[in-house]
């Protein structure tokens, strides 16, 4: 595969940035070469964008649509990308370092899906209009409950599943009719101007969708400019908190879907043949690089040393490597900067008194590339850094509790709250103490895959809002109560 070189995205043509000609180098995270390259957007690039949203929603056709009208632009979109899967997932496995079953599945094929089932049940069957039943106050009257796109929204996602992240904002805030300026992260901005081919393919008016790219001033005109409506933003706490307070002055609406430090509870009665899958995946899927992976093994001390020496056979079977191999289990870390927190977390996990169990280093042979071991910790308190901060890499705890109150209590003892999971015997055991865990998703005895349906979100310092589904539509309208006289008194 060649080189990809695009241009910004705004007000439905690929333009040249007015900064100055600064270029983005777009690297592979397993060989470190070049893949592509696009326009460092300038601040104007950034106005210019949200102009251009501000007009097709102002003056436009989209949030005009009926909801079957929006529909069918959408499942155009829809055919053309399912069309071009292939080629998305070659690219993400390039851009973004994920394996074949990662980038075929959860970074590509899952959003497709829901994007689809955004367009043809959720968009079709959701109440725009609720019909107030007639009350008596000075008079008779009676109106209608009425559901609006909230405007222009700035949708900023992260560089761990750029197509993913992206597709799950942007479904939603279409079929609402709302128009976007989508700003993807630097490392991985390809997999999202891609789509901007998608919608010109698609017939989407000039406008509802824009593309930039940019940095610190880019970024902050997106979430501070009185043109924009609502920010939704995907990645860490701290910017999280830095979006919240530039959004704060002009009164925009935030969603905000940040980090996390999941716990997975194995009781004693827990089949752990199966309950090993959490922290598994926790350090393997994409080389942990997400935020709502189970990185905190919460266990009953009685099984402890067999969950672990079980977690360290299963890891020495994980092959690192070229992650368009077949045989490849896992991959690289996005960058050089996020393979050096990474380590330096590591090393903080040792001097503050935990035992490396398996891992800790670089693998060998593997010269090119972002690579860390997947590793395991033991001996460690919840109270230590690497019990309470997020990674972001291929590194789980293992942590022994007492009884299910313990379990709950340690559990809960993170200023996240995005994941979670529980393994028991008897399920309504198993209910009792996810209804209890302080966090936006848990899954019971492996749970039942990512639906569509589910509202994904997190408590605390994970987040505000929900994404996917009828939630994620929810959060991109107003609602406005439209009331009429009846009967004067």
């Known amino acids: 595969m060649s080189e990809l070189t695009y241009r910004l995205f705004i007000d ?26 696009v326009p460092q957007a300038s601040g104007k690039d ?39 899967m292939p080629e998305i997932v070659a690219l993400n496995q390039r851009e973004a370092g994920s394996v074949g079953w990662l980038a075929e599945s959860i970074q590509v094929g899952i959003p497709l899906q829901h994007w689809r089932d955004m367009a043809e049940r959720v968009l079709p069957q959701y109440q725009f209009e609720e019909p107030v039943l007639p ?58 101007f891609i789509i901007g081919e998608f919608a010109q393919e698609a017939g989407l008016p000039p406008g509802v969708l824009n593309i ?19 920010v939704s933003f995907t990645g860490s706490d701290t910017v999280g908190r830095l979006v919240m307070a530039q959004a704060a002055p002009t009164m925009k609406k935030v969603v905000l879907e940040l980090g996390g430090k999941s716990a997975s509870i ?134 022994p509790f007492r009884d299910d109150e313990d379990a709950i209590r340690i559990a809960n003892d993170s200023e996240f709250g995005l994941g979670g999971a529980v393994w028991a015997k008897d399920p309504a055991r198993a209910y009792a103490i996810a209804k209890r865990i302080r966090t936006g998703m848990v899954t019971v005895n492996g749970g039942g895959g990512l639906s569509p349906h589910y509202a994904f979100g997190g408590y605390k310092q994970s987040g505000v809002g929900r994404e996917w589904g009828a939630a994620g539509l929810g959060e991109f309208l107003e609602t406005k109560t439209i009331a009429w006289s009846v009967a004067s008194g």
């Open 12 to 37: 439905g043509k690929w333009v040249d940035s007015e900064g100055g000609g600064e270029v983005l180098e777009v690297l592979n995270p397993a060989t470190e070469e070049v893949i592509g390259t």
């Open 46 to 84: 950034v106005v210019a964008a949200i102009e251009a949203a501000r007009r097709a929603f102002d003056e436009g056709p989209w949030p005009r649509m009926s909801p079957k009208e929006r529909s069918a632009v959408m499942l155009k979109m829809a055919d053309v990308m399912e069309r071009r």
């Open 135 to 192: 009350y008596v106050g000075v008079g008779i009257g009676q109106g209608v409950i009425v559901k609006e796109p909230i405007g222009v929204v700035s949708l900023i996602s992260a560089y761990n599943f750029p197509f993913f992240l992206s597709i799950m904002k942007l479904a939603p805030a279409l079929a609402a009719g709302c128009t976007c300026v989508l700003k993807p992260a630097p490392t991985t901005p390809l997999e999202v």
């Open 212 to 230: 930039v790219t940019g940095d610190v001033e880019a970024g902050q005109e997106l979430t501070s400019n009185p043109l924009v409506d609502m």
């Open 266 to 399: 194995i009781c004693d009665d827990a089949d752990l043949t199966k309950a090993i899958q959490d922290p598994i995946m926790g350090m393997t899927v994409h080389s942990g690089q997400g935020c709502s992976l189970l990185t905190r093994t919460l266990v009953h001390e009685s099984r402890f040393d067999e969950l672990v020496e079980m977690i360290k056979g299963a890891l020495s079977q994980i092959t690192l490597g070229d992650p368009t191999d077949p045989a490849t289990g896992m991959g690289p870390l996005i960058s050089a900067a996020q393979r050096a927190k990474v380590e330096s977390l590591i090393q903080t996990g040792v001097d503050e008194g935990a035992t490396i169990a398996f891992g800790g280093g670089r693998p060998a042979g593997l010269d090119k590339g972002f690579y860390v071991e997947p590793t395991l910790f033991v001996d460690v308190d919840n109270t230590m850094t690497i019990a309470q901060k997020e990674f972001f890499g291929p590194v789980g705890v293992v942590i």
